[in-house]
């Protein structure tokens, strides 16, 4: 059968003010990126997605658009955007960016505009209300990022609504002026050449007009919530009225009626509601492509974990599709969020170049945040160097997202890694230098150059890409399940653990070559190494 694209895809997402800085300012940005593409084409990915890069006060790191139109100096110019677009096309790399269609910047003209008067002909193109009789906010809704979502303007005498920083203000999606609007900026860019869009926080487009308190949560129930520190009172609710609304949907519907022309992709970050449903929902025929899910990005890892998330997308999400990730911009890297545990700890290569084997074989498109494929680990980045508002607003029990964020290194020897002439943005960690792309790519066991091969491999057997998945009953800690098309099936069978695994395997399975794991087959039984991987392979039934 002949697949979409998207369908299995490897993307490869690049944070663009860490990526690489091409004019010693300590910024990463656009040229940066264009210098960076051979490394990232070399991985034989599929496409890359660029966390947004646009004109910003960057309150938020540019998820605060002041103009979605224009490229933020910090990054570079508009002509840079089209270099880089065309540069990544040459390389056989689609592209995607980052789109904030739920709330601008307070800083956007049409906000500026829309907060300077209750009759101003933006005046309704963003959410407002009055206050209860008593002064305070019209109802119970809190921010990811602290305290209400209601922000008092005294120029209207009327509170604005806003889902994480008060100087990110939701736009009202009722309004059909706005969808329009909106639905004209995106269309800009696919003119432009781009191949789709990761719609970020999608989830929060749309809230019931009504403005109904949440009722209370039930802070006992077991839950895969990634919305932010445990300790924060937004989880003390369930936000069911400030998100995930019925016209979520339609609105949908008009994103995917808009890039069907382009034969452009969509990508739904689905990380504050149930994952599996919405996704379910948002990519059901003539909706979304695929729904980004944050189902393992948690703190909690293992072959029955694993094997919870995966029944849970294969049994609901039926028709759609969904998109898996260990690390983003937004959560600890993986490799030492995991490599904390217990039976993960020890060889941290080991552990990356396992992880990496586990993201490519599951059913899904994935997507492999820059760095990953070196093996990086979590800085560690201290409060005077801090620039993100969540973990400002939470330090100390809260480092925030920074750790994640720090400069991609790419020449150990050189200052500042490689990533800049200047002083990086945030630190580069000293033992990231030993990381870097220039020793890795000199080293054929590194984990830069097992990725490589890991993806090599993916791509020889389709099975891997876009077959059906059918999870084995193995015990912990093997992670176990087959992989299977009309030409071929797979059993991947991966040690989550630093110790020795074995399990008992039928006859009839074929070890594949080209993979890099050594594993065998003795005595009726699958042994398997720490942090090993098995794949094989028999006649499909």
């Known amino acids: 059968?002949?697949?979409?694209?998207?369908?299995?895809?490897?993307?490869?997402?690049?944070?663009?003010?860490?990526?690489?800085?091409?004019?010693?300012?300590?910024?990463?940005?656009?040229?940066?990126?264009?210098?960076?593409?051979?490394?990232?084409?070399?991985?034989?990915?599929?496409?890359?997605?660029?966390?947004?890069?646009?004109?910003?006060?960057?309150?938020?790191?540019?998820?605060?658009?002041a103009d979605y139109r224009s490229v933020d100096p910090i990054f570079g110019t508009d002509a840079d955007a089209d270099r880089l677009i065309a540069a990544a096309h040459e390389?056989?790399?689609?592209?995607?960016?980052?789109?904030?269609?739920?709330?601008?910047?307070?800083?956007?003209?049409?906000?500026?505009?829309?907060?300077?008067?209750?009759?101003?002909?933006?005046?309704?193109?963003?959410?407002?209300?009055?206050?209860?009789?008593?002064?305070?906010?019209?109802?119970?809704?809190?921010?990811?990022?602290?305290?209400?979502?209601?922000?008092?303007?005294?120029?209207r005498q009327q509170y604005y609504l806003h889902h994480f920083l008060r100087e990110q203000p939701n736009l009202n999606w009722h309004n059909p002026a706005v969808a329009d609007a909106m639905l004209a900026e995106a269309r800009s860019w696919l003119d432009r050449g781009v191949d789709g869009f990761r719609l970020d926080a999608i989830s929060t487009l749309v809230h019931d007009p009504l403005l109904p308190d949440n009722p209370a949560r039930d802070r006992t129930e077991a839950s895969f919530d990634t919305t932010g520190p445990v300790f924060s009172p937004y989880r003390y609710q369930d936000h069911v009225f400030d998100r995930d609304q019925p016209l979520l949907l339609t609105m949908l519907e008009r994103v995917r009626a808009l890039v069907e022309p382009y034969g452009a992709f969509t990508m739904?970050?689905?990380?504050?509601?149930?994952?599996?449903?919405?996704?379910?929902?948002?990519?059901?025929?003539?909706?979304?492509?695929?729904?980004?899910?944050f189902m393992l990005t948690q703190p909690v890892f293992g072959a029955d974990h694993l094997r919870s998330v995966v029944r849970a997308f294969e049994a609901q999400v039926i028709g759609g599709w969904t998109t898996y990730a260990f690390s983003n911009h937004d959560v600890p890297r993986a490799v030492s969020r995991w490599g904390s545990l217990p039976e993960l700890s020890g060889d941290r290569e080991a552990l990356a170049v396992m992880l990496l084997a586990c993201l490519f074989s599951l059913r899904g498109s994935v997507c492999l945040y820059q760095g990953e494929e070196l093996g990086l680990t979590e800085s560690v980045v201290p409060h005077e160097r801090m620039k993100d508002p969540w973990g400002l607003e939470f330090w100390p029990?809260?480092?925030?997202?920074?750790?994640?964020?720090?400069?991609?290194?790419?020449?150990?020897?050189?200052?500042?890694?490689?990533?800049?002439?200047?002083?990086?943005?945030?630190?580069?960690?000293?033992?990231?230098?030993?990381?870097?792309?220039?020793?890795?790519?000199?080293?054929?066991r590194s984990v830069l150059a097992r990725c490589r091969q890991l993806l090599r491999f993916r791509r020889a057997h389709p099975a891997l890409r876009t077959g059906s998945l059918a999870?084995?009953?193995?015990?912990?800690?093997?992670?176990?399940f087959e992989r299977r098309d009309d030409a071929e099936r797979i059993l991947c069978a991966i040690n989550l653990s630093n110790q020795p695994a074995s399990w008992p395997l039928e006859d009839g399975w074929t070890p594949l070559d080209g993979h890099g794991f050594t594993s065998r087959i003795e005595g009726g039984r699958l042994h398997l190494p720490a942090f090993g991987a098995f794949f094989g392979t028999r006649a499909p039934a």
């Open 1 to 65: 059968m002949d697949h979409p694209w998207w369908r299995g895809a490897i993307i490869y997402q690049i944070y663009p003010r860490s990526f690489r800085d091409s004019n010693g300012d300590g910024i990463g940005d656009l040229p940066g990126i264009i210098a960076g593409l051979d490394h990232v084409a070399e991985l034989g990915v599929d496409a890359i997605w660029i966390s947004p890069f646009f004109r910003s006060p960057m309150k938020d790191y540019g998820y605060d658009v």
């Open 91 to 155: 390389r056989g790399l689609r592209v995607l960016i980052d789109l904030v269609l739920p709330h601008s910047s307070d800083q956007h003209p049409w906000f500026v505009e829309s907060r300077s008067s209750r009759d101003n002909p933006k005046a309704d193109w963003y959410v407002w209300a009055d206050a209860k009789p008593d002064g305070s906010p019209p109802n119970n809704w809190l921010a990811v990022f602290g305290g209400p979502s209601w922000q008092w303007e005294v120029r």
């Open 268 to 293: 739904g970050e689905i990380g504050d509601v149930d994952s599996v449903g919405a996704t379910a929902r948002y990519t059901a025929a003539g909706r979304l492509h695929t729904g980004y899910n």
């Open 397 to 444: 029990l809260f480092p925030g997202r920074d750790g994640s964020r720090t400069p991609i290194p790419w020449q150990g020897g050189a200052p500042s890694a490689g990533f800049t002439a200047g002083t990086p943005w945030l630190p580069m960690p000293d033992e990231h230098r030993a990381m870097a792309v220039d020793a890795q790519a000199a080293d054929p």
């Open 471 to 480: 999870l084995r009953d193995a015990p912990a800690p093997i992670w176990a």
